[in-house]
T-cell receptor, first 116, second 115 residues
Framework: DTGVSQDPRHKITKRGQNVTFRCDPI?????LYWYRQTLGQGPEFLTY????????KSRLLSDRFSAERPKGSFSTLEIQRTEQGDSAMYLC??????????????FGAGTRLSVL | AQKITQTQPGMFVQEKEAVTLDCTYD???????LFWYKQPSSGEMIFLIY??????QNATEGRYSLNFQKARKSANLVISASQLGDSAMYFC????????????FGDGTTLTVKP
């Protein structure tokens, strides 16, 4: 069990550029979540997948944000036309959802995005 | 809507002493889960402890215990025998519903352990 892996750890980009982040969940986990965390605050939910299906999206996820989880394995989060307000830590988590399980979300180390 | 409140922005504790981090929550659901996570300066969120709303006993995991008072809607984290490595940000979180997805987090408490 290698844990949740996120790549890259840090990303610096210029305003208006597109960025893509990758998350590899714990191998047997069927759920994958994306959160955004700004300085001094707790993580805010963005979206989550059950296998390859995207089941819920937050209102925080504007049209510039898109997430995919092809084949129910790794996931990507893309931000188009980045804005300075997108600067944050993007956290990925995964969990095993089955009857009777606690469905605990385990987090990766995050991708820190800085938009100049 | 679910809400988590952590009223202590910062806490200090002497090494080897116990400390309690407060968390209150608001929900209309009968079924929910409560979690505590630790976030060191490196940024990774580390799962510490879980309490289900129907669990009759308070959860314990090593030096961590959760003081669950359902009627008061509080889920305080108790860390016994504090260590220097416990210095970090601590987040309380809640997941509503039996099999719902997202978790709602509080704004965290920064714990500093003094030698």
């Amino acid at each position: 069990d290698t844990g949740v892996s996120q790549d890259p750890r840090h990303k610096i980009t210029k305003r208006g550029q597109n960025v893509t982040f990758r998350c590899d969940p714990i191998s047997e986990h069927n759920r994958l979540y994306w959160y955004r965390q700004t300085l001094g605050q707790g993580p805010e939910f963005l979206t989550y997948f059950q296998n390859e299906a995207q089941l819920e999206k937050s209102r925080l996820l504007s049209d510039r944000f898109s997430a995919e989880r092809p084949k129910g394995s790794f996931s990507t989060l893309e931000i188009q036309r980045t804005e300075q307000g997108d600067s944050a830590m993007y956290l990925c988590a995964s969990s095993l959802d089955r009857f009777g399980a606690k469905n605990i979300q385990y987090f990766g180390a995050g991708t820190r995005l800085s938009v100049l | 809507a679910q809400k988590i409140t952590q009223t202590q922005p910062g806490m200090f504790v002497q090494e080897k002493e116990a400390v309690t981090l407060d968390c209150t929550y608001d929900t209309s659901d009968q079924s929910y889960g409560l979690f505590w996570y630790k976030q060191p300066s490196s940024g990774e969120m580390i799962f510490l402890i879980y309490q289900g709303s129907y669990d009759e006993q308070n959860a314990t995991e090593g030096r961590y215990s959760l003081n669950f008072q359902k009627a008061r809607k509080s889920a305080n984290l108790v860390i016994s025998a504090s260590q220097l490595g416990d210095s970090a940000m601590y987040f309380c979180a809640m997941r509503e519903g039996g099999r719902a997805g997202k978790s709602t987090f509080g704004d965290g408490t920064t714990l500093t352990v003094k030698p």
